[in-house]
């Protein structure tokens, strides 16, 4: 995962990003940044959900626009979050737009 653009599209509080972050700071993984993009991202960090850390990146945005540059990411991950969703066909067309 060396250097790898990863997202977990709709994270919330204890979701697949977290537990990426804790295994790449484990195994030394140098330049891996970690997406975890969820509209309720601030609300979250103001209860103390999310602890910062330099590779996991906070992204409160819906799935349906990200705000990410085109073709940014290696890889996207979405656990339990479409069925929370306005538009699933536009989080898939966001999805398609900013991976490589």
């Known amino acids: 995962m060396n250097g790898r653009q990863i ?8 979701g697949l990003a977290l537990g990426l972050n804790f295994l790449t700071q484990n195994l030394n993984k140098r330049g891996t940044k970690i997406f975890a993009i969820d509209p309720l ?8 959900m999310l602890k ?4 996991l990146l906070f992204v409160p ?3 349906e626009n990200t705000g990410l ?9 979405s656990s339990n979050a479409m069925d929370h ?16």
């Open 7 to 14: 997202a977990d599209l709709g994270c919330g509080p204890t």
């Open 41 to 48: 991202i601030n609300h979250y960090q103001k209860y103390g």
């Open 52 to 55: 910062r850390s330099e590779q």
């Open 61 to 63: 945005k819906k799935g």
């Open 69 to 77: 540059e085109d073709k940014c990411l290696d890889l996207v991950f």
């Open 85 to 100: 969703v306005d538009d699933p066909a536009a989080v898939v067309r966001e999805v398609r737009r900013i991976l490589k």
